[in-house]
């Protein structure tokens, strides 16, 4: 099976652009998560679904940054406007049903926001 | 809250020899998961190795195996027969019921030839 898919693995743009980032989570897993890894700030989980539904995403940085998952296959992260302080990687993980514990992530979409 | 410790930043280890990752962590919960990923340059985050609280045995994958230390709060990680590809940044981290996933800040592991 195919793991955690994402799009695209780099991405550099200018300050202002918007940008969009994309996940495909392991077919059959019903638990998303979106993370953000950066040098200074480690791993932190930016939002999570469950079944579609955004359950938790206190950790959204600011309205800058919107997730959708209009279906069970895909999901989308983006930023807008970007900032110079959004370059870092952008994780997307999947869980299934009831082992939400254990995560499997993507390989990730290095951003650089010039 | 939830906190995990790794106080190891780096490590070093020759090729074919083994080495041992120290984790330690913080809860109240009695019921939890423990985990050990591995990050190599490529930046891909690879899940190594999983725990449940509530098993005694210690779990092992290959080269890989924990101890699991559950009074102690500890989750240390074993890598027997080091291989240049083992070389990554290995990050525990702890979930349980209601929690987020949480991070250690890491290891560097360097395997040399």
């Known amino acids: 099976d195919a793991g955690v898919i994402q799009s695209p693995r780099h991405e550099v743009t200018e300050m202002g652009q918007e940008v969009t980032l994309r996940c495909k989570p392991i077919s059959g897993h019903n638990s998303l998560f979106w993370y953000r890894q950066t040098m200074m700030r480690g791993l932190e989980l930016l939002i999570y679904?469950?079944?579609?539904?955004?359950?938790?995403d206190s950790g959204m940085p600011e309205d800058r940054f919107s997730a959708k998952m209009p279906n069970a296959s895909f999901s989308t992260l983006k930023i807008q406007p970007s900032e110079p302080r959004d370059s870092a990687v952008y994780f997307c993980?999947?869980?299934?049903?009831?082992?939400?514990?254990?995560?499997?992530f993507g390989p990730g979409t290095r951003l650089l926001v010039l | 809250a939830q906190t995990v410790t790794q106080s190891q930043p780096e490590m070093s280890v020759q090729e074919a020899e083994t080495v041992t990752l120290s984790c330690t962590y913080d809860t109240s919960e009695s019921n939890y998961y423990l985990f050990w990923y591995k990050q190599p340059p490529s930046r891909q985050m690879i899940l190594v190795i999983r725990?449940?609280?509530?098993?005694?045995q210690n779990a092992t994958e290959n080269r890989f195996s924990v101890n699991f230390q559950k009074a102690a709060k500890s989750f240390s990680l074993k890598i027997s027969d080091s291989q240049l590809g083992d070389t990554a940044m290995y990050f525990c981290?702890?979930?349980?019921?209601?929690?987020?996933?949480?991070f250690g800040e890491g290891t560097q592991l360097t395997v040399n030839p």
């Open positions: 993980a999947s869980s299934l049903g009831r082992r939400q514990e254990t995560q499997y």
């Open positions: 981290a702890f979930w349980t019921s209601g929690s987020r996933l949480t």
């Open positions: 679904f469950n079944n579609n539904v955004p359950i938790d």
């Open positions: 725990q449940e609280a509530y098993k005694q």
